[in-house]
T-cell receptor, first 115, second 114 residues
């Protein structure tokens, strides 16, 4: 596709429910990132995928959070047993090779509201 | 370890005035530096980047930034603000071959008054 696509754009869920957020990166990009942006906060790194390597999960805030990337393309971020503090905008980004030199291309994000 | 500090979470300027958004970084290795802009309800998009070479880099929409190693700074400037520049701006630092080491600053919200 032309850019990074995220779905849904908005998600409202009840506390305790599980949610899945989807990211479709730019075709050919080997690196994929998930960030969380809370109201008035900067970007919090969650997880990084690079090719077939094991993902860097060091930013995941708890074991309720997990992510996978199937076939080196689409990624799904899953939050189990959602809590109100999980409310945020979840941003996905991809880059061509993940070398640190080329820029990230961001999707428009998924706004998650936990009630 | 590396970090980014953006001084001023909110900056307000008048239309036509100089824009100066401050960014200081710390890095134990030569850094790669980026400025991203985020418009409401959108993701971030690249304004400009410094990797090597010329320390004054020009980006989109008339913005530029200068890498000053001695000051560990990468401030973003624009000579004349436009209403459409109102957005949130993020400075970021990364390292070569460390794609998972991209670190963002806390962001600066730029407001432009008519």
């Amino acid at each position: 596709g032309a850019g990074v696509s995220q779905s849904p754009s908005n998600k409202v869920t009840e506390k305790g429910k599980d949610v899945e957020l989807r990211c479709d990166p730019i075709s050919g990009h080997t690196a994929l990132y998930w960030y969380r942006q809370s109201l008035g906060q900067g970007l919090e790194f969650l997880i990084y995928f690079q090719g077939n390597s094991a993902p860097d999960k060091s930013g995941l805030p708890s074991d309720r959070f997990s992510a996978e990337r199937t076939g080196g393309s689409v990624s799904t971020l899953t939050i189990q047993r959602t809590q109100q503090e999980d409310s945020a905008v979840y941003l996905c980004a991809s880059s061509f090779a993940g070398t640190g030199v080329e820029p990230l291309h961001f999707g428009n994000g998924t706004r998650l509201t936990v009630t | 370890a590396q970090s980014v500090t953006q001084l001023g979470s909110h900056v307000s300027v008048s239309e036509g005035a100089l824009v100066l958004l401050r960014c200081n970084y710390s890095s134990s290795v030569p850094p790669y530096l980026f400025w991203y802009v985020q418009y409401p309800n959108q993701g971030l998009q690249l304004l400009l980047k410094y990797t090597t070479g010329a320390t004054l880099v020009k980006g989109i929409n008339g913005f530029e930034a200068e890498f000053k190693k001695s000051e560990t700074s990468f401030h973003l400037t624009k000579p004349s603000a436009h209403m459409s520049d109102a957005a949130e701006y993020f400075c970021a630092v990364s390292q070569l071959n460390a794609g998972n080491m991209l670190t963002f600053g806390g962001g600066t919200r730029l407001m432009v008054k008519p």
